[in-house]
């Protein structure tokens, strides 16, 4: 079964429209370069689509009625909305998901120390990356820091062509045999990722004066202290815009296309609604999934579960029974990239069931690894209806598994979808280089990721038990 390359026979219209996906979409991401700033940006994007609060609505008792659009941001890292349908709540959604947080650096609590000269922020990796790949390159701060008074100040440092930036150093190779004979796993230590952050002392300061300094820009620039390290999220990113990738510009390398190179077109395709459709129409992104979707903003948490109780709620449909009802006849998209197939690293490979770059969107029966341990296997009555949908709209579509047999393996957020019981499938876009600093997309597949998520809004139904 071969899947064709999904530029081929592409009329200049829909050139131009890959063209002006693919431009939104790095804006998209150049905006929202963490889950806080993605929450942000798609707040802002669903409210010019006249999207209403969901958490105002349910101070004042404002009851949903079909047609309704509304949002809800939860703790600034997880955001979901609705397009209600004519039919019940307790007849299931058309649900799509994705996640917003990245594989990155974060900087510890008590980060701020001086040595030989040098000051440094302290860090703790975030997700699975390989170490080595972050040395030597450009790096921003991105996040929060929030004051004891509850005060938050915003820090996105780097990206701007006036900004400094940050990097954590690397060993020259006239003095690095012993580095170079290490396996890539300990090339670096994950508690020697440290940031550099200055080097000119501040007159007057005898003792660390160098920190001090780094101190007074921050007291002056922020109005923080060391103290307020205590309470700040600070992730150091990759410095820099997307870019489009190649001579005949068909790719983007950016950050963090993991995973929102499926966040963005899926959103898009819910905002993108018109009028009121049968079913209720829902897009969650959510943060966390890069270490285990824990903790009260990661897709095992019951945040997803509580708002959707609340739109039940306020549609006339309030109590468990109804909600258990809402989430149980769902169907479901949870999307996350595949590992695109590159020739480089064939090996780890099996070419029949593997997604390539440009042959569109990529559906993942299941994921996991050795006898599929951990996955999510979607069934296949529900496969079947996904292929109608997507043949019907002329999706390019392809499936795939991560890897071959026992070479590794990975999971994303359908299972934890799939325990209320719903029809859930693992699907998204292909990525070369996933968890590099810079990822490889193909624009091809961004545009057709967003044409699947448009044909599922509009045309998924109740499969039946
Ligand atoms: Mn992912
Ligand atoms: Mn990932």
Same mark, same amino acid.
């Given at each position: 079964m071969e899947r064709r390359n999904a530029w081929k026979g592409r009329p200049a219209q829909e050139l131009e429209a890959i063209e002006a996906m693919s431009r939104d979409y790095r804006a998209y991401i150049d905006e929202g370069k963490t889950e806080r700033e993605c929450v942000k940006v798609s707040e802002r994007l669903a409210r010019a689509k006249g999207f209403d609060d969901l958490a105002a609505r349910v101070r004042e008792g404002r009851a949903l009625k079909p047609g309704d659009r509304v949002y809800r941001c939860w703790m600034n890292k997880c955001f979901v909305a609705f397009v209600m349908g004519r039919r019940p709540m307790s007849e299931g959604m058309n649900i799509l998901g994705a996640h917003i947080d990245s594989p990155r650096i974060d900087i510890k609590q008590n980060p701020l120390y001086e040595e030989d000269g040098f000051a440094y922020l302290d860090t703790h990796y975030y997700g699975g990356i390989k170490k080595y790949q972050w040395l030597a390159m450009p790096l921003a701060l991105h996040g929060v820091i929030v004051k004891k008074s509850g005060e938050t100040v915003s820090v996105a440092l780097g990206e701007d062509e006036g900004d400094p930036v940050f990097c954590i150093t690397d060993l020259l190779p006239h003095l690095a045999a012993d580095q170079m004979g290490k396996s890539a796993k300990e090339l670096i230590d994950g508690d020697a990722l440290n940031l550099l952050v200055g080097s000119q002392p501040l007159e007057g300061e005898e003792k660390d004066a160098v920190k001090a300094r780094v101190l007074a820009v921050l007291k002056e620039k922020y =109005?923080? &202290? &060391? &103290?307020?390290f205590l309470s700040a999220e600070l992730e150091a990113v990759p410095a820099g815009r997307a870019r489009e990738l190649g001579l005949d510009r068909s790719m983007i390398l950016a950050? =963090?296309?993991?995973d929102r190179v499926c966040a963005y077109p899926s959103l898009a395709a819910l905002l993108n609604t018109e009028g009121t459709p049968e079913y209720t129409l829902c897009c969650v992104l959510t943060d966390k999934e890069e270490i285990g979707s824990v903790g009260a903003t990661g897709m095992n948490s019951r945040f997803f579960e509580n708002i959707v109780a609340e739109v039940c709620a306020l549609s006339g449909e309030p109590g468990d029974l109804a909600l258990r009802r809402a989430l149980c006849a769902s169907r479901m998209l949870s999307s996350d990239v595949s590992a695109g197939f590159d020739p480089a690293f064939a090996s780890v490979f099996e070419k029949k069931n593997a997604a390539f770059l440009g042959r569109g969107v990529c559906f993942n029966k299941f994921t996991g690894s050795r006898g599929k341990s951990g996955s999510n296997d979607a069934n296949a009555e529900f496969i079947g209806a996904l292929r109608a949908i997507m043949d019907g709209a002329g999706v390019a579509f392809q499936t795939a598994e991560l890897g071959r047999v026992d070479v590794g393996g990975g999971g994303t957020i359908a299972y934890m979808c799939a325990k209320y019981g719903m029809n859930v499938i693992d699907s998204g876009i292909p990525v070369l280089s996933m968890h590099a600093p810079w990822e490889v997309i193909s624009k091809v597949d961004l545009y057709e990721g967003y044409r699947c998520y448009r044909a599922f809004l509009d045309g998924a139904r109740p499969v039946g038990d």
């Open positions: =109005g923080v &202290e &060391e &103290e307020d950050y =963090g296309h993991d």
